[in-house]
């Protein structure tokens, strides 16, 4: 019997962190999945900071040549996220670095105006769902479940006016192009973030593990029957 091939494809949401508080390897779900027993082969596509862009852009690199028959895909925070700056303007202002520490000092202190004021994301929703079109039709012999991108604890919506909202329709975007692996459902009640309140800590990624062995042994009983 041939082994499926498994891609996960996630952002710094799938991966360990040093910081704001140590996140081992082994706690993450991408690592423990892949112990998970079956006829399974996995591979990973993992980057902090990634957007759809990104993923777009990599379709023409090393993430078009997989050939997988299911898909992970655990992205969007980065394209959602309320903007004080465009990536345009971190760019030129980063070049110029009295300014650039001037306005990083005001931006902290207005952070949640600006923000309310501009609406800026670095993916807007239209681009958002093109991109994910495209890589559908890059893997569309794969099966592609996404994992929703979590809800914004207190402290994330504090400093990110809008963020909850953002999330909610980022994720509906995802929801009608793909199956959903329901990750976080009521999780709105648990710990599970780190203290910077959007990666997740070691009790989201176990709610995120268990909802992808549920996906996994779902496809190893289809295969077998």
Same mark, same amino acid.
């Given at each position: 019997?041939?082994?499926?091939?498994?891609?996960?494809?996630?952002?710094?949401?799938?991966?360990?962190?040093?910081?704001? @508080?140590?996140?081992?390897?082994?706690?993450?779900?991408?690592?423990?999945?892949?112990?998970?027993? &079956?006829?399974?082969?996995? #591979?990973?596509?993992?980057?902090?900071?990634? +957007?759809?862009? @990104?993923?777009?852009?990599?379709?023409?690199?090393?993430?078009?040549?997989?050939?997988? @028959?299911?898909?992970?895909?655990?992205? &969007?925070?980065?394209?959602?996220?309320?903007?004080?700056?465009?990536?345009?303007?971190?760019?030129?202002? +980063?070049?110029?670095?009295?300014?650039?520490?001037?306005?990083?000092?005001?931006?902290?202190?207005?952070?949640?105006?600006?923000?309310?004021?501009?609406?800026?994301?670095?993916?807007?929703?239209?681009?958002?769902?093109?991109?994910?079109?495209?890589?559908?039709?890059?893997?569309?012999?794969?099966?592609?479940?996404?994992?929703?991108?979590?809800?914004?604890?207190?402290?994330?919506?504090?400093?990110?006016?809008?963020?909850?909202?953002?999330?909610?329709?980022?994720?509906?975007?995802?929801?009608?192009?793909?199956?959903?692996?329901?990750?976080?459902?009521? +999780?709105?009640?648990?710990?599970?973030?780190?203290? @910077?309140? #959007?990666?997740?800590?070691?009790?989201?990624?176990?709610?995120?593990?268990?909802?992808?062995?549920?996906?996994?042994?779902?496809?190893?009983?289809?295969?077998? +029957?």
């Amino acid at each position: 019997m041939q082994a499926k091939k498994v891609l996960i494809v996630t952002d710094s949401l799938g991966l360990p962190r040093p910081k704001p @508080d140590f996140l081992k390897d082994q706690e993450c779900w991408p690592y423990r999945v892949s112990k998970i027993a &079956g006829d399974f082969e996995f #591979y990973f596509h993992m980057r902090s900071g990634y +957007s759809t862009d @990104d993923l777009v852009a990599d379709l023409k690199e090393v993430l078009g040549s997989y050939e997988p @028959d299911l898909i992970f895909l655990q992205i &969007g925070i980065v394209d959602c996220a309320p903007r004080a700056l465009t990536k345009k303007e971190l760019a030129f202002i +980063s070049r110029l670095p009295i300014f650039n520490k001037i306005l990083h000092t005001l931006i902290k202190k207005y952070r949640e105006n600006i923000i309310l004021w501009r609406q800026i994301t670095y993916v807007d929703e239209l681009r958002f769902e093109q991109n994910l079109e495209k890589f559908k039709a890059h893997f569309r012999q794969a099966k592609i479940a996404f994992v929703p991108i979590a809800p914004a604890s207190e402290g994330y919506q504090a400093n990110s006016p809008g963020v909850e909202n953002n999330i909610l329709k980022y994720n509906n975007i995802l929801c009608r192009l793909c199956e959903e692996v329901p990750a976080f459902i009521n +999780s709105e009640s648990l710990n599970i973030f780190l203290p @910077d309140g #959007y990666h997740l800590n070691s009790s989201g990624h176990e709610l995120v593990y268990e909802s992808v062995k549920t996906r996994l042994m779902t496809e190893l009983d289809q295969k077998i +029957s």
